[in-house]
């Protein structure tokens, strides 16, 4: 059994689906080349760069949500909203190496890599956007990170897929030796120095922690878990 199943749901302030199976294949494909070319486990692309701009972005996600202005109608509905992803979508994969990946550089092609999750989430919100935020702007900008920081911070420790650290833990080993310098030098970044506030972590990850203590914490233990053999997957708090 893995953690996943272990824990009650985890949810993001948005329900989000591909609309169709080209749509999901397209950004598969063009997911794993970024991950491959930029040795990324966790690519996240804009909508555009997939599928082209404005009007060419309908159609191929939906993501709904509650009104956060306006819950409820005055006949006690629940109000929805649908996100416009031809204004702003963004892509996220996660992905891991495959077990019986035999290089020692990290995985080369697609059959290297094994997918975790994959999904379509609304951008131009109220959230950090992985793509254009400035590391400078987050405190990132420090020697041996770079932006796939970012990217390991919303995707693998994101809503969607925080769950699923054991998976990578596993063959975290089997990465590119460059993603794994970098990550490991990100991480002791975030525990020494604490650049993000828990406000900016869950605006980059929509993970919320109720304190600055906790979040250290839990970047401490995802640290000692992929780097120094901690045997308990950290959790995020529900």
């Given at each position: 059994m893995t953690m996943r199943d272990e824990l009650p749901p985890r949810t993001g302030p948005?329900?989000?689906?591909?609309?169709?199976?080209?749509?999901?294949?397209?950004?598969?494909?063009?997911?794993?080349?970024?991950?491959?070319?930029?040795?990324?486990?966790?690519?996240?692309?804009?909508?555009?760069?997939?599928?082209?701009?404005?009007?060419?972005c309908l159609g191929k996600a939906t993501a709904i949500t509650i009104d956060p202005r306006r819950p409820y109608s005055?006949?006690?509905?629940?109000?929805?909203?649908?996100?416009?992803?031809?204004?702003?979508?963004?892509?996220y994969g996660v992905y891991r190496p495959a077990r019986d990946l035999e290089r020692e550089d990290g995985p080369e092609n697609d059959a290297d890599l094994r997918n975790t999750t994959?999904?379509?989430?609304?951008?131009?919100?109220?959230?950090?956007?992985?793509?254009?935020?400035?590391?400078?702007?987050?405190?990132?900008?420090?020697?041996?990170v770079d932006r796939r920081l970012v990217n390991f911070c919303a995707g693998v420790l994101g809503v969607e897929a925080v769950d699923d650290l054991g998976m990578l833990r596993e063959v975290f080993d089997l990465a590119w030796p460059d993603y794994q310098d970098t990550i490991r030098a990100g991480l002791r970044h975030l525990v020494a120095n604490e650049p993000l506030t828990v406000a900016q972590w869950f605006g980059l990850t929509y993970v919320q922690f109720p304190d600055q203590r906790?979040?250290?914490?839990?970047?401490?233990?995802?640290?000692?878990?992929?780097f120094d053999g901690f045997d308990a997957m950290p959790v995020a708090p529900q």
């Amino acid at each position: 059994m893995t953690m996943r199943d272990e824990l009650p749901p985890r949810t993001g302030p948005w329900a989000s689906r591909f609309d169709s199976e080209e749509a999901m294949v397209r950004a598969d494909d063009a997911l794993r080349e970024a991950a491959l070319k930029n040795h990324d486990l966790s690519p996240v692309l804009p909508f555009e760069a997939v599928y082209g701009e404005g009007e060419n972005c309908l159609g191929k996600a939906t993501a709904i949500t509650i009104d956060p202005r306006r819950p409820y109608s005055p006949s006690g509905e629940v109000n929805y909203v649908y996100a416009d992803f031809s204004t702003r979508g963004l892509l996220y994969g996660v992905y891991r190496p495959a077990r019986d990946l035999e290089r020692e550089d990290g995985p080369e092609n697609d059959a290297d890599l094994r997918n975790t999750t994959l999904y379509p989430y609304p951008g131009g919100y109220e959230e950090i956007d992985p793509v254009t935020v400035s590391l400078a702007d987050i405190g990132l900008d420090v020697p041996g990170v770079d932006r796939r920081l970012v990217n390991f911070c919303a995707g693998v420790l994101g809503v969607e897929a925080v769950d699923d650290l054991g998976m990578l833990r596993e063959v975290f080993d089997l990465a590119w030796p460059d993603y794994q310098d970098t990550i490991r030098a990100g991480l002791r970044h975030l525990v020494a120095n604490e650049p993000l506030t828990v406000a900016q972590w869950f605006g980059l990850t929509y993970v919320q922690f109720p304190d600055q203590r906790e979040l250290r914490a839990y970047l401490a233990q995802v640290y000692a878990y992929l780097f120094d053999g901690f045997d308990a997957m950290p959790v995020a708090p529900q």
